[in-house]
T-cell receptor, first 116, second 115 residues
Framework: AQTVTQSQPEMSVQEAETVTLSCTYD???????LFWYKQPPSRQMILVIR??????QNATENRFSVNFQKAAKSFSLKISDSQLGDAAMYFC?????????????FGDGTTLTVKP | DADVTQTPRNRITKTGKRIMLECSQT?????MYWYRQDPGLGLRLIYY???????NKGEISDGYSVSRQAQAKFSLSLESAIPNQTALYFC??????????????FGPGTRLTVL
């Protein structure tokens, strides 16, 4: 079974600074997808960024980028120029490339505080 | 309008009551999922459905049942609610086939409290 570990329950960053959230995962599969979701106080799960395991290039979405290290099974999220609206809980998630696998596996989350 | 909707958004009930949470989607996706989120934890899968006639148990299905009334509707029932089922419940969807491995689209969540 796949597992996802987020080792930082809480992180804080100064507004306009950069912060990196860590995620490691364990799998025996070679084909899979990795995601970062943001959950603000509104509770909505919002997709931040997505990475296909077969792609070597790290995904980027505006101020959000990942450092995907497939051999090390590491998938960290970097937030540049942090804004107050980035404050939320962030979840790392794994999804199998097997279309019959069904579920996503989530980490326990990292709560990010942004200080003005 | 939201692509994935959940009703109710908040519910307080008593131990032993039967309760149903409903999910509807307008994305035309074949696959639907129910997750549970407890404080300080990630989402855990309760049930999932690949189409109207295909329903599967997730990792924490005990105490829950589901019904896939149509492609667009997937309901979660607690037959006899207990306090440790107090949690935030999410519905999600993905396309079928190869798209089933792709991004999940989440509803806004239902906050359920069992007294």
């Amino acid at each position: 079974a796949q597992t996802v570990t987020q080792s930082q329950p809480e992180m804080s960053v100064q507004e306009a600074e950069t912060v990196t959230l860590s995620c490691t995962y364990d799998t025996s599969e070679s084909d899979y997808y990795l995601f970062w979701y943001k959950q603000p106080p509104s509770r909505q799960m919002i997709l931040v960024i997505r990475q296909e395991a077969y792609k070597q290039q790290n995904a980027t979405e505006n101020r959000f980028s990942v450092n995907f290290q497939k051999a090390a099974k590491s998938f960290s999220l970097k937030i540049s120029d942090s804004q107050l609206g980035d404050a939320a809980m962030y979840f790392c998630a794994y999804r199998s490339g097997n279309t019959n696998a069904g579920k996503s596996t989530f980490g326990d989350g990292t709560t990010l505080t942004v200080k003005p | 309008d939201a692509d994935v909707t959940q009703t109710p958004r908040n519910r307080i009930t008593k131990t032993g009551k039967r309760i149903m949470l409903e999910c509807s989607q307008t994305k035309g996706h074949d696959r639907m999922y129910w997750y549970r989120q407890d404080p300080g934890l990630g989402l855990r899968l309760i049930y999932y459905s690949f189409d109207v006639k295909d329903i599967n148990k997730g990792e924490i299905s005990d105490g829950y049942s589901v019904s896939r009334q149509a492609q667009a509707k997937f309901s979660l029932s607690l037959e006899s609610a207990i306090p440790n089922q107090t949690a935030l419940y999410f519905c999600a969807t993905t396309p079928g086939g190869a798209g089933g491995t792709d991004t999940q689209y989440f509803g806004p969540g239902t906050r359920l409290t069992v007294l």
